[in-house]
């Protein structure tokens, strides 16, 4: 089972070429852009950067599709609850259930924010390969040993991954049916579970001392530069007018 988020970081696109130090400058604040927006006539503008972003980057639309769908199904979840919960104004009726207008506004806003955030998000760590994105946060600033979870978390999920469907396969065999949950099988999730964070414990110790032994830590390591080049310069510049023009935008349509 495979995780990878760079596995098209060898396209040729502007968004590919641009230095990582400055994408990652600028699409974050980008993404805090999107998030700090809550008045609905900023949407299609918020939609048509990120449309952009995206066909510069000349991802694959199935890329996209694939990463959207696990955090898409769980968030379709809280939007159907949510015109059901939130808001005064009646819109309509199902049995001793209201939809409210307020609600489905905000559930709208939910898909907005969390569509575009999320494609900024798969352009900025798709378009560099993991090592070289993880090497900018270093330039910029991310200590070190904050630098080193994220490789590390990156490295063995994939691994991680292929022991649960090991473990799952082994209990599909041995009779166990998730569709039948009852007490023994909840204890036997939660078994799952336990054994999962002791084999992810023990290996971390394991990748730990053996960096240990190979002189992990003992001088602290420097941080590289990044080229100042004119083309990378002006596109910050303009993602960061964007992300300014968006949050002053929503300012003013809020006051």
Same mark, same amino acid.
């Given at each position: ?159 991680? @991954?292929?022991? /649960?469907?090991?473990?799952?396969? +082994?209990? =599909?065999? %041995?009779?166990?049916?998730?569709? !039948?949950? $009852? ?26 001392? @053996?960096?240990? /032994?190979?002189?992990?830590?003992? +001088?602290? =390591?420097? %941080?590289?530069?990044?080229?100042? !080049?004119? $083309? ?24």
């Amino acid at each position: 089972m495979k995780f990878w988020l760079d596995e098209y970081a060898t396209l040729d696109s502007p968004l590919h070429r641009w230095e990582p130090c400055y994408k990652l400058i600028a699409l974050l604040t980008l993404i805090f852009a999107f998030a700090f927006v809550t008045n609905l006539w900023l949407i299609p503008a918020m939609v048509l950067v990120t449309g952009v972003i995206f066909a510069m980057s000349r991802l694959p639309l199935g890329f996209l599709i694939s990463r959207l769908r696990y955090p898409g199904a769980f968030l379709l979840m809280i939007v159907l609850i949510v015109p059901f919960l939130s808001g005064q104004t009646a819109l309509f009726a199902i049995g001793p259930l209201t939809m409210h207008t307020e609600g489905v506004l905000l559930a709208i806003m939910i898909i907005a924010r969390f569509s575009t955030i999320l494609t900024v998000s798969l352009v900025l760590f798709g378009t560099s390969p993991f090592l070289h994105t993880v090497r900018a946060m270093y330039t910029l600033g991310l200590p070190g040993i904050l630098t080193d979870m994220v490789l590390f978390f990156y490295r063995y999920l994939s691994d991680l @991954a292929e022991s /649960l469907a090991t473990m799952q396969r +082994a209990m =599909r065999l %041995r009779g166990f049916q998730l569709q !039948r949950l $009852n007490q023994q099988n909840l204890g036997q999730l939660a078994a799952l579970a336990g054994t999962m964070l002791i084999r992810s414990q023990e290996q971390s110790e394991r990748v730990y001392h @053996a960096m240990l /032994l190979r002189g992990y830590g003992k +001088a602290p =390591r420097p %941080r590289d530069g990044f080229d100042l !080049r004119s $083309n990378d310069a002006l596109a910050l510049y303009g993602i960061l007018m964007i992300a300014a023009t968006i949050v002053s935008a929503n300012i003013v349509l809020t006051t």
